[in-house]
């Protein structure tokens, strides 16, 4: 029932980020960790002017690609797993984006989360990607009850149907980011208040994510 309404209140709920194809989609999202989607938005046009593909991305000189990124939280490490990832893609996967779940955790700065955005959104295969607002609202409501965001998307993904996966990580994501926020969650106007457990003493924010 909670999927239902949150699907009524928000009928257009996917990614926010600017991507063309599964590179750009990779790169964003690995950009988008500890981060908001408006800001990797702003960096990302040049950033995909000068490295377009994989190829040069392998390529990039660190530095450069430093200063491209710095608008970003962490943005000398992403660098770094960035053209790492890059060379690796070229070299063992001819330059193809691996479509394989396990694949894409052996790459650098490439977890759980961005493996099943890559996998849902980039290949269109059932992934639920656990950031931090689909971790608070999941447990805030019952829809999971973890202490990590692994555990909740095990469960999530016990109880809902594969279909149903990549949106309910765009769902969670919406609803936490407008009504279930981190600090004071909207519960008076929320329209899934009387199915919610309202497990508000469950942790408000990821500090990895
Ligand atoms: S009722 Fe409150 S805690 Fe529950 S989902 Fe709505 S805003 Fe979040």
Redesign the pocket.
């Known amino acids: 029932m909670i999927l239902q309404i949150l699907a009524t209140a928000y009928p257009h709920a996917s990614t926010r980020l600017h991507y063309d194809d599964l590179y750009q989609l990779m790169v964003a999202v690995v950009l988008s960790a500890q981060c908001t989607d408006e800001q990797v938005n702003k960096v990302t046009p040049a950033l995909f002017e000068r490295y377009p593909d994989i190829n040069s991305m392998a390529e990039a000189e660190l530095n450069e690609l430093q200063e491209l990124i710095n608008g970003v939280g962490l943005y000398r490490s992403k660098a770094k797993n960035l053209k790492e990832s890059a060379i690796i893609i070229r070299d063992k996967y001819n330059g193809q984006i691996p479509d394989q779940f396990e694949d894409l955790l052996t790459l650098p700065g490439i977890g759980r989360k961005t493996a099943n955005v890559i996998i849902s959104v980039g290949f269109g295969k059932p992934g639920l990607a656990v950031d931090t607002h689909v971790y608070r609202?999941a447990n805030?409501?019952g829809m999971a009850n973890a202490k990590t965001p692994h555990h909740t998307e095990m469960q999530l993904k016990q109880n809902i149907k594969p279909k149903d996966w990549n949106q309910t990580h765009h769902l969670l994501i919406f609803?936490g980011r407008q009504?279930?926020k981190a600090r004071n969650?909207?519960?008076d106007i929320?329209p899934?208040?009387k199915y919610?457990e309202?497990n508000?003493d469950s942790p408000r924010q990821l500090k990895n994510n």
Do not use: A, F
């Open positions: 609202v805030r409501t609803h009504i279930c969650p909207l519960c929320c899934i208040e919610c309202k508000l």
